[in-house]
């Protein structure tokens, strides 16, 4: 399937689109209700993945672009969770427009 901005964005918000990030300590709560075909030996590799990941991501990045995905008064407050814990120190810009907050 090819994609344009717009059907990009479409498929980004259906069936409850494209959620705000998560902190590594949330995401490690989020993964325990996850089941893997290794059982849960697979757990503590996808836990720091995603830690190094988030940490790497968060901590270079200047803009965040969360708009039109529609975000409610929920996700902002999860989203203002991970910018009050100091993850992106470089963040200059914020689009949240076109949600429902």
Not at 34 to 48: A, I, Q, R, W
Not at 63 to 89: F, N, R, T
């Amino acid at each position: 399937k090819e994609y344009d901005c717009d059907s990009l964005r479409n498929d980004c918000v259906q069936d409850g689109g494209r959620r705000p990030p998560l902190l590594p300590s949330a995401f490690a709560i989020e993964l325990e209700k996850k089941s893997f075909t290794n059982g849960k030996e697979d757990y503590p590799l996808v836990k720091g993945l995603y830690k190094d990941a988030f940490e790497e991501r968060f901590g270079k990045a200047t803009k965040l672009i969360y708009g039109m995905l529609g975000w409610g008064d929920a996700e902002a407050a999860q989203l203002a969770e991970v910018l009050a814990s100091g993850a992106a120190p470089r963040l200059e810009t914020l689009y949240l427009h076109r949600n429902e907050i």
